[in-house]
């Protein structure tokens, strides 16, 4: 097949030009981590320092001078693998620095890299019935707590705290959504401008697009009965129809979806923010997953397993859930900020559907 060198062609690769240096460290695509940041986790090659310990200024300067930085966690699961990395192998009993205070001008929390912290659920954890952070005056620099399993929460930066440190250099290019549309847009698919080759070299940029949802934006329209766009998903969250786990699982299903699945940390707080935003808390709401399968592990309506742990289950009574063995069903839970709880699956509670 015969390649277009003409301008519409130049074009395109001028603009993907800065997304070259990824390639090799696209978020999901780590394969080789150098020393000293030797663990492959979430997409991330990491250093969690179990000897050095110091302020969070200290402890990023450290970083740095490795040339990292304090992690940031932004990127889809990464929490969530993080704390299966120091649960698995032997770093729990200490908590660590991440790269996030609100020592800024808008008084607002910040990584290193500039970016806005997201804050609530499923990230901050819960002190003394408050949900982080929760420090005032005093406190504005962020730890994974490990008496709150590893939940962020605010401290003292001056506290002597051990670091987890994150490579800079396979980082991806910090583009935004509008950008990386408007790098595709200029992909002409007529006469013959779009050969294979261009194809390919697509398909390879691809990992280094935004890994996440990380905006609340889903593709086309939502019709009704889910009418809502939330973190990538056309959902319904309904405020008359309530009854069993099983119950409302025929309700979504009647309706052409199925019980919300929440498989990424940015749907579960995308999810969230609309309960608190439009008047839908005050509720406990049915999700779809159950332990009620031949292997005893909670699965989603698809098959598929849930992640169990940080940061999607909540704790109750200093446990972290699942933790009845009588209650089989997930839920959002209102009692604990709407992180995920178990329930006896009888017990009648407001669903969120999803379209399938």
Not at 183 to 205: D, E
């Amino acid at each position: 097949m015969a390649i277009n060198t003409g301008t519409p062609f130049l074009l395109l690769l001028l603009q993907l030009l800065p997304l070259l240096p990824c390639l090799h460290a696209a978020p999901n695509r780590v394969t080789e981590c150098t020393p000293p940041f030797t663990a492959a986790v979430g997409g991330k090659c990491i250093l969690v320092s179990s000897t050095s310990k110091g302020s969070w200024y200290n402890m990023k300067d450290f970083c740095e001078t490795l040339g990292g930085r304090l992690l940031t966690i932004n990127t889809e699961n990464i929490h969530y693998y993080v704390v299966k990395y120091l649960e698995n192998n032997g770093y729990t009993g200490r908590d660590y620095w991440v790269g996030a205070n609100n020592e800024h001008a808008d008084g607002q929390y910040h990584w290193l890299d500039g970016s806005k912290v997201k804050m609530g659920t499923p990230f901050w954890g819960i002190l003394n019935d408050h949900q982080e952070p929760g420090g005032g005056e005093s406190e504005h620099c962020a730890i994974l707590f490990k008496s709150d399993f590893y939940f962020m929460h605010d401290l003292a930066c001056n506290k002597e705290v051990y670091p987890i440190c994150e490579n800079l250099s396979l980082s991806p290019p910090n583009i935004s959504e509008s950008q990386a549309d408007k790098r595709l847009v200029t992909f002409n698919m007529g006469n013959n401008s779009a050969p294979a080759l261009l194809l390919l070299l697509l398909f390879f940029m691809l990992p280094c697009l935004p890994a996440t949802p990380i905006t609340d934006r889903v593709t086309g329209e939502c019709a009704p009965p889910f009418t809502a766009a939330v973190g990538g998903k056309c959902i319904l969250v309904s405020s008359t129809s309530k009854g069993s786990w099983y119950v409302m699982k025929d309700f979504c299903e009647t309706l052409g979806g199925r019980l919300l699945t929440i498989n990424t940390e940015n749907i579960h707080y995308y999810v969230v923010k609309y309960l608190e935003n439009n008047g839908y808390t005050g509720r406990d709401y049915w999700i779809g997953a159950n332990n009620e399968h031949a292997d005893g592990q909670y699965h989603w309506l698809d098959g598929s397993k849930v992640k169990m742990g940080t940061p999607f289950w909540g704790a109750m009574n200093g446990h972290q859930e699942p933790g009845v063995a009588t209650e089989h069903c997930g839920m959002l839970f209102k009692g604990d900020f709407y992180f995920m709880h178990d329930y006896r699956c009888n017990e009648e509670l407001y669903p969120i559907c999803e379209a399938k």
